[in-house]
């Protein structure tokens, strides 16, 4: 499998669950090189096997999120089932898990019972309001932790009714903390020798993020809203007009890096004018800067535009589309863009693996696999499940591998 050189070499993974929030995490930790065994309904699977745009009746999205994965085929909803993952619990380091908190309670795969069978077992749970709580047992997507989390409410343009950011942010944050705590659990085991919960909320995942709006609103008395492309108080930083029609964003706050920009404007009386010369001017002359700046980049393509910023050490980038990443030099230099082959032979591009390591580079993604197709060798060399047993449960429906 690819990643098997990562850093988390050696760490056994079992992911219950499906969408986003839980597979993503697993993804992650599939790239830094763990063994990832993803339990899966037979006949249907992850539904993200389908989610998105499609090709052939597959999720574009399933190479990437599936990857380094292996797939096992076993029915929760049965007994025999359910006893299969003990089996497996006895033999892998973590369950990462994103059902509806009381679900693994009815189905007797609660920690309590896991931990008796491994008691170095760490359980990761990802759900909308966490484990305790008046609202634990809700359910919860994504965009409700958003919304409850906060950054719904400062996300858009003034006067308008809040936007989401055009990607499944709450998921991916809640992914990106249950990696986090997971890699936390772990270090604690190695000192302990004893496994524990990390009890992730997509809602404080998002509320984490949103720095000090809490203080702002209880202290200052100011409620933080929607501002469009700025920040109130920080300024130039802003999306800004080229004559190809592109967009750039300069940000040039810092009153150092103001004063470059004015040099590379041509015009250093800016960085002395009273309006200008401080960041807390900058910020009350919004409007009046970012004109002026404005005035300046129409009159230059993007690239030039670009090239005088690096010349005079202002950062500054073009609004990127997924073209523009997947064409961007300075991706391809550090290995950002990977190219899954799907099973039916369509390399699938996708996001490279995030961190870069210098020693235990993880290797080449492979993409995410046929639903069931390693149900057979995970469950004969880790669960003891010989060839009269799984005839049993094949014939019973309750395990699955495809033909072939």
Not at 70 to 99: H, M, T
Not at 141 to 152: K, L, N, Q, T, Y
Not at 302 to 312: H, W
């Amino acid at each position: 499998m690819g990643g098997s050189t990562g850093p988390l070499h050696g760490l056994r993974v079992l992911e219950l669950g499906s969408f986003i929030a839980g597979p993503f995490a697993g993804q992650l930790l599939g790239d830094y090189g763990a063994e990832v065994l993803k339990i899966e309904a037979p006949g249907t699977g992850d539904p993200m096997r389908r989610w998105g745009i499609t090709e052939n009746g597959e999720s574009l999205w399933w190479p990437a999120i599936a990857r380094n994965k292996k797939s096992v085929a076993i029915d929760l909803r049965r007994p025999d089932g359910r006893d299969l993952v003990r089996r497996l619990v006895a033999e892998v380091d973590i369950v990462l898990e994103n059902f509806r908190p009381g679900t693994l309670v009815d189905w007797g795969l609660d920690y309590a019972a896991l931990s008796a069978i491994n008691p170095r077992l760490i359980m990761v749970h990802v759900s909308g309001f966490g484990q305790t709580g008046p609202r634990a047992g809700d359910a919860g997507f994504g965009s409700i932790g958003e919304a409850m989390g906060g950054i719904r409410h400062t996300t858009g343009n003034p006067g308008l009714p809040p936007t989401r950011t055009g990607i499944s942010l709450g998921d991916s944050l809640a992914a990106l903390f249950a990696v986090i705590g997971t890699l936390a659990a772990v270090h604690e085991r190695a000192a302990s020798g004893r496994g524990q919960e990390v009890d992730v909320a997509i809602y404080e995942a998002v509320a984490a993020l949103m720095e000090s709006t809490m203080a702002d609103h209880e202290v200052a008395g100011v409620t933080r809203g929607r501002t469009g492309s700025v920040l109130p108080g920080v300024a130039p930083s802003n999306v800004y007009p080229t004559s190809d029609g592109a967009e750039v964003l300069i940000a040039a706050n810092a009153d150092t890096v103001f004063r470059r920009l004015c040099v590379a404007m041509g015009d250093e009386t800016l960085s002395a004018d009273p309006r200008f010369a401080e960041h807390g001017a900058r910020g009350g002359n919004m409007a009046e800067i970012d004109a002026i700046i404005s005035d300046w980049t129409r009159t230059m393509t993007a690239e030039v535009l670009l090239k005088v910023m690096e010349d005079n050490g202002v950062p500054a980038g073009r609004i990127y589309t997924a073209g523009d990443m997947l064409n961007d030099p300075q991706y391809a230099a550090r290995d950002m863009v990977v190219r899954l082959a799907n099973r039916f032979g369509v390399r699938i591009p996708a996001a490279g693996v995030v961190p870069k390591f210098s020693r235990t580079r993880p290797a080449t993604p492979v993409a995410g696999p046929v639903l069931g197709g390693h149900t057979r060798d995970v469950l004969t060399g880790l669960a003891g499940v010989d060839g009269a047993e799984w005839a049993r449960l094949a014939a019973d429906g309750v395990v699955v591998q495809p033909a072939g």
